[in-house]
């Protein structure tokens, strides 16, 4: 997952909306969202390279979702970083016990963000810094770098998530996320990549033969417990599938 705007308001009617965008190589096999045959309570897309996930949900109101920090030359890491999410989901801990004692051991995973949460509480963790927070009421954004780092494709999607939260409907997450305009030339940040990538990388949704947006997905937790998920694949020739979910399925 590369960006997340998202929006946390635990006493509203739709306490937890998500637009979020994962960009990864082509290349890479994965499945999308469904109830996973091995853990059906998970619900979220699967990496098939390395078996974790980029962003998933339970039933019974856990979600995680977590995105690379962007830092070339950075160690690889022993292990992948997509088992954080799944780990957390397949679990039982409290968010904040799951990442206090994750942050001991961050060292095994390149650099990342880590959003866990359950329908009390909503929990961050950036690898590079180490201190685990309780997020508070707010809309917020998650890139390739520290929680709301101001990159013009982050201000851009929160700005435009805060606008349509009166009438948070996945139709409209999911056009937000489909924005392709890159940045202009004086906004783009410096990453440590070149300055084609940083181009190319630099629109909410990300579109080229070899590497762009695979996944979008708007999410919207009810008050009651309930969850609506759409989810959209993309390949290198555009559009490869949509995938609906509801919980408890409509009757």
């Known amino acids: 997952m590369c960006l997340i705007v998202f929006a946390w308001s635990p006493d509203h009617s739709q306490p937890l909306v998500v637009a979020a965008n994962r960009d990864e190589f082509h290349a890479r096999p994965s499945l999308p969202l469904g109830c996973w045959e091995d853990a059906p309570w998970i619900i979220g897309g699967r990496d098939l390279q390395a078996g974790g996930t980029w962003m998933g949900v339970t039933a019974r109101g856990r979600f995680a979702a977590l995105t690379n920090i962007r830092a070339p030359g950075q160690p ?9 999410p799944e780990r957390y989901l397949r679990g039982e801990l409290p968010p ?15 650099g990342y963000n880590l959003l866990v949460g359950d329908r009390q509480t909503l929990w961050h963790l950036n690898s590079h810094d180490g201190e685990p927070k309780e997020l508070q009421p707010g809309v917020y954004g998650l890139s390739n770098a520290g929680l709301d780092t101001p ?73 009651d417990g309930s969850l609506d998920i759409i989810e959209r694949s993309f390949g290198p020739a555009g559009p490869s599938g949509e995938v609906r979910y509801r919980h408890p399925p409509a009757s």
């Open 76 to 84: 690889i890491g022993a292990r992948s970083r997509g088992e954080l």
């Open 151 to 223: 990159w013009p494709k982050l201000r851009r999607a929160r700005a435009a998530l805060t606008s349509i939260l009166q009438q948070p409907e996945p139709e409209r997450l999911l056009a937000l996320l489909a924005d392709a305009e890159p940045a202009a030339e004086h906004e783009l940040p410096q990453t440590g990549v070149p300055l084609e990538w940083e181009r190319r990388l630099s629109s909410i949704f990300i579109a080229s033969p070899e590497y762009g947006t695979r996944a979008s997905t708007a999410l919207i937790r009810h008050a």
């Open 96 to 110: 904040a016990d799951y990442l206090a004692a994750l942050a001991e051991r961050r060292g095994d995973y390149a």
